[in-house]
């Protein structure tokens, strides 16, 4: 059945993603956004679709709206743009999710976080599993991000259990793919944008830290699935497959086939040093595991990037 879904970050590089999905299915999408790291650009080919609308509106004041079921994705997710106005960070995921959460509770509509494995910080924990409360700095340079999703996290659940809002949780690990910022400072699009250019390769410290990287299409599909499961969360949606910061940068160099050489920059505070998901939880719940190989997935990011700097 067609539902009416409400987007919040619909213009960003995943929540338009979602957006080309829930139209796909049939369903009427809301698509808000404020265009801090969003871009029309992201969903302009959408623009025209009777099912769709565009709202530019900032989640940290209330909004009146008649829906199903809620994504909250609205907040930005790389460093350099979390830190530009930490502040600001806060307030969009701490204020945003009561605004939704209050949307929600009168519309009765189902809501679901997009939350981050950054509520892990650091891990003591390897691989991290849903149970861990994980290694967290409350007052560095990255707290307003992870503080504030972990925030996120607490309203949400009060708001289940006090108000009985049906409410998902979503811990997104290092997802990416075509529609990334090409200067949003993550690693897969700097190094791919850098390799593209012949332009040296900014890693970060000796290189050793490890991700791991989920390809887009299955974090949307993981996340369609969770909201439209009985399981409430958290449950971590990334790849478990890791790899260091080096690997990823000589991988990149070789699909570009790029002359690009490799420089070391100082490590940003609190980087943690490894990360990857436990999704024991997303396979036997929601069925789900992801099926995009690293090099699968770059291969097609690679190609968005080509295109994307050759119009420029
Ligand atoms: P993105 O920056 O591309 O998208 C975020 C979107 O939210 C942008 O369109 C931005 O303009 C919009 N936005 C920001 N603040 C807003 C506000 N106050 N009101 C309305 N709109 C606002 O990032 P993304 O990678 O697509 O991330 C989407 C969500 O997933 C975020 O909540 C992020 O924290 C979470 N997440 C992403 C990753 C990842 O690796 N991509 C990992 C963990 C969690
Ligand atoms: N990183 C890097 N070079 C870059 C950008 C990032 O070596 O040009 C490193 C960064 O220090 C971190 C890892 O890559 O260890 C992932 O960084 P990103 O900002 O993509 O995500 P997060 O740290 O939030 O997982």
Redesign the pocket.
């Known amino acids: 059945m067609s539902q009416r879904i409400l987007i919040?970050?619909?213009?960003?590089?995943?929540?338009?993603?979602l957006c080309d999905r829930m139209i796909d299915a049939g369903n009427e999408v809301i698509c808000?956004?404020?265009?801090?790291?969003?871009?029309r650009q992201?969903i302009t080919h959408l623009l025209d679709h009777p099912n769709f609308e565009l709202l530019r509106?900032?989640?940290?004041d209330p909004i009146k709206l008649e829906v199903d079921q809620i994504y909250?994705?609205?907040?930005?997710?790389?460093p350099i743009?979390?830190q530009y106005n930490a502040i600001?960070?806060m307030?969009?995921?701490v204020?945003?999710a009561i605004n939704m959460l209050g949307l929600a509770r009168r519309t009765k509509a189902r809501i679901l976080?997009?939350?981050?494995?950054?509520v892990y910080g650091d891990p003591l924990m390897h691989p991290q599993k849903e149970g861990y409360w994980g290694h967290v700095n409350p007052i560095g340079i990255r707290s307003c991000?992870d503080e504030g999703?972990r925030c996120a996290e607490t309203l949400f659940m009060d708001y289940k259990r006090q108000n009985g809002v049906d409410t998902r949780i979503?811990?997104?690990?290092?997802?990416?793919g075509p529609?990334?910022?090409a200067d949003?400072g993550?690693v897969v699009s700097n190094f791919i944008v850098q390799a593209l250019r012949g332009e040296e390769i900014t890693i970060y410290g000796d290189g050793s830290q490890t991700r791991s990287?989920?390809y887009?299409d299955d974090?949307i599909e993981g996340m369609i699935r969770l909201m439209n499961s009985d399981h409430p969360g958290p449950i971590n949606i990334?790849n478990p497959n890791e790899f260091t910061m080096l690997e990823l940068a000589e991988q990149i160099i070789e699909l570009t086939g790029s002359l690009s050489k490799i420089s070391h920059l100082p490590l940003p505070q609190d980087d943690p040093k490894q990360r990857q998901p436990d999704i024991s939880l997303a396979k036997a719940e929601l069925d789900w595991e992801p099926k995009t190989e690293l090099r699968e997935g770059l291969t097609s990011t690679i190609a968005y990037f080509e295109k994307e700097l050759s119009e420029k």
Do not use: V, W
Request: glycine share 10%.
């Open positions: 919040t970050g619909g213009a960003g590089f995943l929540g338009s993603h808000l956004d404020n265009y801090f790291t969003g871009r992201n509106h900032d989640i940290i909250n994705l609205a907040c930005p997710a790389s743009h979390y600001k960070t307030k969009t995921s204020m945003g976080q997009a939350s981050t494995s950054e991000y999703k979503m811990r997104i690990f290092n997802t990416y529609r990334m910022n949003d993550r990287f989920c887009c974090n990334g």
